[in-house]
């Protein structure tokens, strides 16, 4: 996560993904189940996710004793090639994104399919640290920057006052029942009462983390879809490092996708095998 220091603001340029959790073979069980059918098979990739979804596409045919040559690459392309998609749904991946907008988290929980969300609370968590995304059109002119800053700012301090104010009044205990809180509510009701409600006039910009659980599928539908020159900068720049970190993870599965340069320097994502 790339941060610009602006004063008491924190603009953030840069989201961070961290690939915090992956698959792992129950290799005695796989072997198991194939001595059990009497048959004897070894993938030739290391890869936990791509094994596996190996193993669930040859299961499919039992093709497990005369595997065409190639190995898992060659057997993953065929599967892409044919879109057999169902498939790929064997691989799964746990990431952490962070200094991302919620506007870009907004249009990341459209991904229904596939996809599991864990996203940081407003109304648990206090806002008050400062750090907002600034698109890069706005952060790469000072003019424009000076007046994104200056909106910011100013929700910001808007923000902590009425969150300070609203945790104040709402220690009266008339003020308590009529926003349905106990006669004395403890510190965390009363807080997260006055979170809730403040954040209201937190801006599109503020950042936010999210824990994303994907299958191979849904992450290859995401970074066709918000990887296209169509789609918003913000998310594409994510989609961009979600595919550098899965491409170096499992070059099988994610390795047809290319990085084509658009003129504004960006770049988007392509494949030959869409929606598989
Ligand atoms: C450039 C761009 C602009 C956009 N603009 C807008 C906008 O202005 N307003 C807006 O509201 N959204 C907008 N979207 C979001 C878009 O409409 C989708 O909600 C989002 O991209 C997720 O796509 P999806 O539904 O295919 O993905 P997922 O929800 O992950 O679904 C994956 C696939 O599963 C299947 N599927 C999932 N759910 C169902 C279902 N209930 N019934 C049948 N099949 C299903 C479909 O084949 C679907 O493609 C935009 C997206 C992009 C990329």
Not at 64 to 93: C, D, M, Q, T
Not at 119 to 129: A, G, H, I, P
């Amino acid at each position: 996560m790339t941060t610009q220091s602006t004063d008491t603001i924190r603009a953030i340029v840069e989201p961070g993904v961290y690939l915090v959790g992956k698959q792992m073979v129950a290799t005695a069980e796989l072997e198991r189940l194939l001595s059990d059918h009497g048959v004897s098979w070894n993938s030739d990739s290391e890869v936990p996710a791509e094994i596996l979804t190996e193993t669930a596409g040859r299961l499919c045919y039992m093709s497990f004793a005369k595997p065409r040559p190639g190995g898992n690459s060659a057997y993953l392309h065929h599967i892409k090639e044919v879109g057999h998609g169902s498939v790929l749904e064997h691989g799964v991946w746990n990431f952490v994104f962070t200094g991302i907008s919620r506007s870009l988290s907004h249009e990341l929980v459209r991904h229904r399919a596939g996809m599991g969300y864990s996203q940081l609370s407003q109304r648990y968590v206090d806002e008050s640290v400062a750090e907002y995304v600034e698109p890069d059109i706005i952060a790469n002119d000072p003019e424009l920057h000076a007046i994104w800053l200056n909106a910011v700012k100013h929700a910001h301090e808007s923000y902590v006052m009425l969150a300070e104010k609203l945790n104040e009044k709402l220690g009266d205990p008339a003020a308590a029942a009529a926003a349905m809180l106990p006669a004395n509510p403890d510190r965390t009701t009363r807080r997260k009462a006055a979170r809730q409600a403040a954040r209201s006039v937190l801006p599109n910009a503020t950042e936010t983390k999210i824990f994303v659980t994907a299958n191979a599928r849904a992450l290859r539908h995401f970074m066709e879809q918000r990887g296209a020159a169509a789609a918003e900068p913000e998310i594409r720049k994510l989609a961009g490092h979600v595919l550098d970190v899965l491409r170096a993870d499992s070059p099988n599965l994610f390795g047809d996708y290319r990085k084509v340069p658009l003129p504004d320097g960006t770049f988007e994502l392509v494949t030959d095998f869409k929606k598989v």
